[in-house]
């Protein structure tokens, strides 16, 4: 999706007051376009990014030796508390690619599913830089729990990528911050996956 205006839709504007601009568990609606007129591409683009990065609130386990039994999807299925309004987004987008109803995705599929729920901000490169960070194997059928957990996890990562250095933390970021502060500190004697700590770090 470019910075044009060109090619908004009245039916873009409207997922956009649906799901993105709606309330996300806590998160309050800053935005509403009433109008096609009203709409502005960067805004979108900003507010959008800002709501990826709510989309779940990650946790640390009490005993962090249980990370050394865990692989960095199963981390993030477990320890991730996804808002309730981006995981029926991820249904409606996995229902959506999952015509067959085998109840799993193909890797083009989980592609293709998250380039939507990304709603046109990234592309292959990106996507692939998520892969490598979780481990994804090349033949790894993805049901819809791994699914909700590679989006949240993007969609965090694509926040990260996006928003400029020094942004203000989110809600959710904030509650984080006690789970997550002295991360290196936590990590001692635990023998984890570089894959794991990766991700840990990305957080």
């Keep these: 999706m470019t910075g044009e205006d060109e090619g908004v839709t009245t039916a873009m504007v409207d997922l956009y007051d649906m799901i993105v601009n709606d309330h996300c ?7 509403h376009f009433s109008k096609i007129e009203d709409f502005n591409m960067a805004t979108w683009v900003q507010s959008r990014i800002l709501v990826s990065a709510q989309s779940a609130r990650y946790e640390l386990p009490m005993d962090m030796h249980v990370l050394t039994k865990l692989s960095p999807l199963e981390y993030l299925t477990e320890y991730a508390v996804i808002c309730k309004r981006r995981q029926a987004l991820y249904k409606l987008v996995f229902s959506r690619l999952d015509r067959e109803r085998k109840n799993f995705l193909n890797k083009n599929q989980l ?7 990304h709603m046109g901000a990234t592309g292959d490169n990106e996507i692939n830089t998520i892969f490598k960070l979780v481990n994804l194997d090349e033949g790894f059928k993805i049901d819809f729990k791994f699914f909700c957990s590679i989006a949240a996890f993007s969609e965090r990562i694509l926040a990260r990528w996006l928003i400029l250095p020094g942004g203000g933390m989110t809600e959710k970021e904030t ?10 500190w936590k990590l001692e004697g635990v023998s984890i996956t570089k894959h794991l700590e990766k991700i840990l770090y990305a957080l």
Excluded: M, W
């Design 25 to 31: 568990d806590g998160y309050e609606p800053r935005l």
């Design 111 to 117: 592609i293709t599913g998250l380039k939507e729920v």
């Design 175 to 184: 509650i984080e911050k006690a789970d997550f502060t002295n991360l290196s």
